[in-house]
């Protein structure tokens, strides 16, 4: 009786802790505006500034977050090992509120330093991060691989809504007085909601550790540095995802170059690519990864997805044409799904219940830093031939392959000397 209750109290928790990570995502309705706020005629710059200068503070506006996440989300969600999860998402809320309320003064004053300052000032991405972690704190095991879906899910689902909605509250063509600043006030409404359901209805997952002795630092380096010191079974499943992380992204990166740039395809047709690949990767999570983690035995459950992953790029620049590259993006993306969330699952599992926080925050770090090193390479390498990026990207998804099976052997070999 008690573990029933514990039970459906753990699939409550996963209800709310999904419908606050789907409420901050939708939330981000001025988002996909971003790329017409420096136009000329909303004079948030200088008439007199160049289409140079224009993009560049553009880049700026759109990558100082990221930055920005890169040093402070391990150090927010490492807090709340100590503090808790509830309060931190409280917090991260509470930012992304202060950061919407900026962003209108910025838009409504023309200043673009005011609108830079809110964009700076949003933790959007911690919620991602905390969610994942109240996800891990509540499972284990194959459950903890589907949770970790779910909260993909959640992210899936809301973004698309998000980008739509977004663009259609910026435009004065659909109501008269829609603006820019339009989106943000709906963000408000929404981001007020779902302070309230974090306040009222989520509720704190019961740790077996002692909070209290968990001492929390601010500074980056040494939580990273304690986190290896502590749990050191750690560094291989982080590095097997880095790595991981980093193919997928390359991937993404240069199928837009290598399907604009070397195929011409139209930017509608992208669209539908991109769609299609966005709806495989949720039917996968949603049906596909519980049946394969259930009837696949677990020595392969992740070393297969890797490896057809990985051949399945390098067919996709080879059998290019409209059909090939259309069936070829359905393994490329169901197995690219199945291995992302079960590597995911395999950091946090690593470490002690104490530092769910800490390796769930150094993992969005890492995949901060992936995400902008291969943007950078993936133009230099289109430049020198237009398939070389997808068998690079091969070449890597096997070296994190190669990783993971090295890491497997030494787990067994370590059971069985347990054992023996």
């Known amino acids: 009786m008690q573990t029933s209750e514990k039970n459906n109290s753990y699939q ?4 709310i802790i999904l419908l606050i990570l789907f409420l901050n995502t939708f939330s981000h309705l001025g988002g996909i505006n971003n790329v017409r706020m420096l136009d000329h005629h909303h004079h948030l710059l200088s008439e007199h500034a160049s289409d140079k200068t224009r993009n560049l503070l553009l880049g700026v506006l759109m990558g100082a977050g990221g930055f920005i996440h890169f040093f402070l989300t391990p150090i927010l969600v490492s807090l709340s090992d100590r503090f808790g ?40 991405g911690i919620i991602k991060c ?17 949770y970790l879906g779910f909260t993909a899910v959640a992210r899936m689902v809301a973004g698309p809504l998000a980008v739509i909605l977004g663009a259609y509250l910026a435009s004065s063509k659909n109501v008269s007085w829609f603006t820019l600043r339009t989106p943000y006030y709906f963000s408000l409404i929404l981001i007020g909601i779902n302070i309230l359901v974090t306040l009222f209805l989520f509720k704190e997952p019961k740790h077996s550790y002692n909070q209290k002795t968990v001492k929390p630092s601010i500074n980056i380096f040494r939580i990273w540095f304690d986190m290896f010191k502590e749990n050191p079974k750690v560094i291989k499943p982080l590095i097997a995802f880095s790595i991981f992380e980093f193919c997928y992204a390359l991937f993404c990166h240069d199928i837009a170059f290598f399907l604009h740039g070397f195929l011409h395809t139209s930017i509608s047709s992208m669209a539908h690519y991109f769609a299609f690949n966005s709806a495989l990767n949720g039917f996968t999570l949603l049906v596909f990864l519980p049946i394969w983690l259930k009837k696949i035995p677990e020595k ?3 070393t297969i997805p890797i490896i057809l992953m990985s051949v399945s790029f390098v067919l996709i620049s080879i059998f ?83 990783v993971v099976r090295k890491n497997k052997k030494e787990t067994d070999d370590r059971s069985v000397s347990v054992a023996t």
């Open 12 to 15: 409550t928790t996963l209800l």
């Open 85 to 124: 999860r509830k309060p931190l998402l409280l917090f991260s809320l509470s930012s992304i509120l202060i950061s919407s309320i900026f962003s209108i003064i910025g838009l409504i004053y023309h200043s673009y330093a005011i609108v830079l300052f809110g964009s700076v000032l949003s933790f959007s």
């Open 130 to 146: 905390l969610s994942e972690t109240v996800a891990v704190d509540i499972s284990s095991g194959r459950l903890r691989k589907l």
């Open 300 to 302: 392969y459950q992740l």
């Open 320 to 402: 290019y044409m409209p059909l090939g590259r259309w069936l070829l993006i359905i393994p490329a993306a169901v197995f690219a799904t199945i291995a992302y969330t079960q590597l995911l699952a395999s950091v946090p599992s690593s470490v002690t219940e104490d530092k769910h926080g800490a390796a769930m925050g150094v993992v969005h770090s890492m995949t901060v830093l992936v995400w902008s090193t291969s943007a950078f390479i993936a133009v230099p390498l289109n430049e020198l031939s237009p398939h070389l990026p997808l068998f690079v990207t091969c070449a890597i998804g096997l070296l994190s392959y190669i």
